[in-house]
């Protein structure tokens, strides 16, 4: 079993940055692509950013590329996303997820989750 807690949500205005974490315990997460997901109120969980096992490789939904970067420590068992630039539309919940071996950008198919952590961005 993994554990995933994200932490470093708040509340920011537009053009802030946050960095969030999520801390992995219970298992090494070093066998696990790790992706970002995010939903909003009223819409569906969406992709934003995954790393695969090796932290070479990355992707990014459109709507944050150049602005967010995803990243992870297997030392320290805990992924991060960078994120700048920010907007109002980027206000939503921030869940990590642990994918056996790699990422995909549905959310169907990963292992692990945690529970979320709260962006708001205002304007």
């Known amino acids: 079993q993994v554990q995933l807690v994200e932490s470093g949500g708040g509340l920011v205005q537009a053009g802030g940055s946050l960095r969030l974490s999520c801390a992995a315990s219970?298992?090494?997460?070093?066998?696990?692509?790790m992706g970002w997901f995010r939903q909003a109120p009223g819409k569906e969980r969406e992709f934003v950013a995954g790393i695969s096992l090796s932290g070479i490789s990355t992707n990014y939904a459109d709507s944050v590329k150049g602005r967010f970067t995803i990243s992870r420590d297997d030392a320290k068992n805990t992924v991060y996303l960078q994120m700048n630039s920010l907007k109002p539309e980027d206000t939503a919940v921030y869940s990590c997820?642990?994918?056996?071996?790699?990422?995909?950008?549905?959310?169907?198919?990963?292992?692990?989750w945690g529970q979320g952590t709260q962006v708001t961005v205002s304007s």
């Open positions: 219970g298992r090494t997460v070093s066998n696990y692509a």
């Open positions: 997820a642990a994918r056996w071996l790699a990422v995909t950008t549905t959310p169907v198919g990963y292992n692990y």
